[in-house]
């Protein structure tokens, strides 16, 4: 008799302990994503994901122009604009994941281009030497201004922008007077062994802030003195705060 209570109670727990069940679900918090946008054709697109962060996690990384990476914080180099929109991630560890979270990345065309070492200016059709800029500063001025400078032993830059905010990256046009600065419109004037001061025609400045250093370049930009639409000059430039 107890041989038989015995098997009926084994039958009955196999038969209760092969019940169907629900998978088990298991999700991440989901990751915070940012990247340096907006940012320049030809610089690095650089993608972060903060707050979540595991050695054998699974990092699955999509977006324009058939991008994939498995890297945690991705590095895209020379930028293009086939490369902007929307760069999406998920994270995997184990059976537990992450939901789908998106970051855009705006580019913007650098029409702004010509080699010029960092902190120089150099000049077309005269006989002035380039010029080592070894000081540079920026910062907002009481007019409701902003101004990135460069200043060197044979003469200096100054780049003024509308506002009192550090500019924005992208390509500013030049003003022929201070009185007409306004948004993407700037002014530029150079002095020359602090005598004679001359003054941006027409162009182009492009401002960068490619590897949290602010920077701001033009190329081929004639100059004139006041009052005046006679080039005496053309001069490329970069200045960069390198601190």
């Not at 054709?41 to 996690?57: H, P, R, W, Y």
């Not at 990476?69 to 995997?92: C, D, F, H, Q, W």
């Not at 059976?95 to 960092?118: K, R």
Request: some cysteine; charged content about 20%; glycine content about 6%.
């Amino acid at each position: 008799m107890m041989k038989k209570i015995f098997i009926v109670a084994i039958s009955a727990f196999i038969f209760f302990g092969c019940e169907d069940k629900e998978p088990v679900s298991c999700y991440l918090k989901n990751p915070k994503l940012s990247s340096n946008s907006p940012l320049l054709t030809g610089e690095s697109i650089m993608l972060k994901s903060t707050n979540v962060v595991f050695e054998d996690a699974i990092y699955e990384w999509t977006g324009p122009n058939d991008f994939h990476s498995s890297e945690r914080n991705p590095v895209i180099p020379n930028a293009t604009t086939a490369m902007a929109g929307e760069y999406k991630l998920k994270i995997t560890r184990g059976i537990c994941e992450s939901e789908v979270v998106s970051t855009d990345v705006s580019l913007i065309t650098n029409t702004v281009n010509c080699s010029v070492v960092d902190n120089h200016i150099t000049f077309r059709y005269d006989y002035f030497p380039d010029t080592y800029l070894y000081y540079f500063q920026a910062g907002p001025k009481s007019d409701n201004t902003y101004q990135i400078y460069g200043g060197g032993v044979n003469g200096n830059v100054t780049i003024t922008f509308k506002g009192n905010n550090i500019p924005e990256t992208g390509i500013y046009s030049i003003v022929n007077s201070y009185d007409l600065i306004a948004q993407n419109k700037v002014f530029v004037k150079l002095n020359r062994s602090d005598v004679l001061n001359f003054y941006a025609l027409s162009g182009d400045v492009v401002v960068s802030k490619a590897n949290g250093k602010l920077s701001a370049k033009f190329c081929d930009m004639p100059f004139s003195v006041a009052n005046s639409n006679q080039v005496y000059f053309t001069a490329n430039a970069k200045l960069i705060d390198n601190n």
